[in-house]
């Protein structure tokens, strides 16, 4: 385990006040806010930028942090000396459990042990939240996916550690952005004899899909037609996750309008709906023939588009 | 895989967390939720016979407040004026994939 030098990563000295700790923080921190910011690796420097703070900011795990640190560099090997931690006491580090879950080893192995032995015993295993990406297909027909999580455990010494797991999920069909899947008992253990295991609670996210946007469960997507096809109406086959389906532009549809086909989104009760955006495409004008049907349509139609109409 | 390793969960509708595994998830005390749904800041929330229920939309805004309120001591209605901005970003670029797709 690599040495983490929390100092630098907020770029503050060693011997910065409290208040120069969190103004470096917040610093970093609107530059980095995963939502706004334009740098690449937003996420991981939030993450990193969390678990330090989470440390300096807090009298108690900062002055344990100095003392244990002494003479590290960072990256360099690191291993606490053990019960190194006796004599201090940790108050709850204020972070959610995903934003904690997305902490280093190391911070887990120095603070991990000391949140073991705080807070009374829990009548039921904490129940773990967590977020599963899905492909869109995966609502149509359902799925089994393998998920893999990190998990907080706790070891027969009272300590903390994040263990991988990998655990098989059925996907039922119809599932929707947002909703939640509970895993009974999939959750942190029970602490003591006979004492139920929490849930695990996931979370459902789609990944973004190159055709379609999902909304609840109407699916919308563009709909390319030829100009006669919009023109005259025509009965056309849209591609979706669960096979085709015929759809029927009516006469005289124009780019931009929206068609509703009810309940060709994903399935459910009830089912979402199909939103087709009509995208009048011009087949090009790319040969002497071709050419002469544009003029000849330049010269029968009285047509100005900018005319308002 | 063996069919018997596959888990098969329960479904939980919209609405689904219960105050006590908001506040969990949030890594904040009940109280902390109280007092923002009295002032009205937590939207996607709904109280069937006094018994609060959340939805996941109502998880991220409150995800969100928490970090801003902590992280930048933003004042309660602060907190939760950003968070409405930053779902209506999200609902813009949802849209925006659509029309570049």
Redesign the interface.
């Known amino acids: 385990m690599q040495f983490r030098d929390y100092y630098e990563v907020l770029g503050v000295p060693r011997d910065a006040t409290a208040d120069n700790i969190k103004k470096a923080?917040?610093k970093l921190?609107r530059k980095y806010h995963p939502?706004?910011s334009k740098e690449k690796d937003a996420e991981a420097q939030m993450k990193d930028l969390n678990e330090a703070?989470a440390v300096l900011s807090d009298t108690e795990k900062r002055a344990a942090y100095d003392q244990l640190g002494k003479g590290y560099q960072p990256g360099q090997d690191f291993r606490p000396p053990p019960d190194w931690d006796a004599g201090f006491e940790f108050s709850?580090h204020?972070?959610?459990?995903?934003?904690?879950a997305g902490f280093s080893d190391f911070f887990e192995q120095i603070f991990g042990q000391a949140h073991a032995r705080r807070g009374s015993v829990p009548a039921q295993g904490?129940?773990h939240?967590a977020k599963v990406l899905l492909e869109l297909e995966d609502a149509f027909s359902g799925a089994?996916r393998q998920i893999s999580l990190r998990t907080p455990k706790m070891d027969t010494q009272g300590r903390v550690t994040l263990e991988s797991r990998t655990?098989?999920?059925?996907i039922?069909r119809g599932?929707?952005a947002?909703?939640?899947?509970?895993?009974?008992g999939?959750g942190a253990p029970g602490i003591g004899g006979g004492v139920p295991a929490g849930d695990l609670?996931?979370?459902v996210k789609f990944k973004?899909?190159?055709?379609?946007?999902v909304?609840g469960r109407d699916l919308?997507l563009?709909l390319p037609v030829a100009p006669w096809e919009a023109a005259l109406g025509a009965v056309v086959s849209v591609d979706l996750p669960g096979g085709a389906v015929k759809v029927r532009i009516p006469q005289g549809a124009q780019s931009g309008r929206q068609l509703r086909v009810r309940g060709k989104g994903i399935p459910g009760e009830p089912p979402g709906d199909l939103m087709l955006t009509i995208e009048v495409m011009l087949p090009p004008a790319d040969t002497p023939r071709a050419r002469e049907f544009y003029e000849q349509m330049a010269k029968e139609f009285a047509f100005d588009p900018r005319q308002r109409r | 895989?063996h069919d018997e390793?596959?888990?098969?969960?329960?479904?939980?509708?919209?609405s689904?967390?219960t105050l006590e595994?908001m506040a969990?998830?949030?890594?904040v005390e009940p109280a902390w939720l109280i007092r923002h749904l009295e002032e009205e800041l937590i939207p996607h929330a709904e109280s069937v016979a006094g018994v609060w229920r959340f939805?996941?939309?109502a998880?991220i805004h409150a995800?969100r407040m928490?970090e801003l309120e902590?992280?930048?001591d933003a004042v309660p209605e602060l907190a939760a004026l950003m968070a409405d901005l930053?779902e209506e970003?999200d609902a813009l670029r949802?849209?925006l994939?659509?029309l570049d797709?």
């Not at chain 1, 973004?208 to 946007?213: A, S």
Request: glycine share 8%; net charge positive.
């Open positions: 923080f917040r921190a939502d706004v703070y709850g204020g972070y959610s459990p995903n934003e904690a904490e129940d939240h089994t655990l098989n999920v059925k039922p599932i929707k947002g909703q939640v899947i509970r895993l009974a999939q609670l996931l979370e973004p899909h190159p055709r379609f946007r909304e919308f563009k | 895989m390793d596959i888990l098969i969960g329960t479904l939980m509708e919209d689904w967390l595994q969990a998830a949030c890594a939805s996941g939309a998880l995800q928490r902590r992280d930048f930053l970003l949802a849209r994939r659509g797709g």
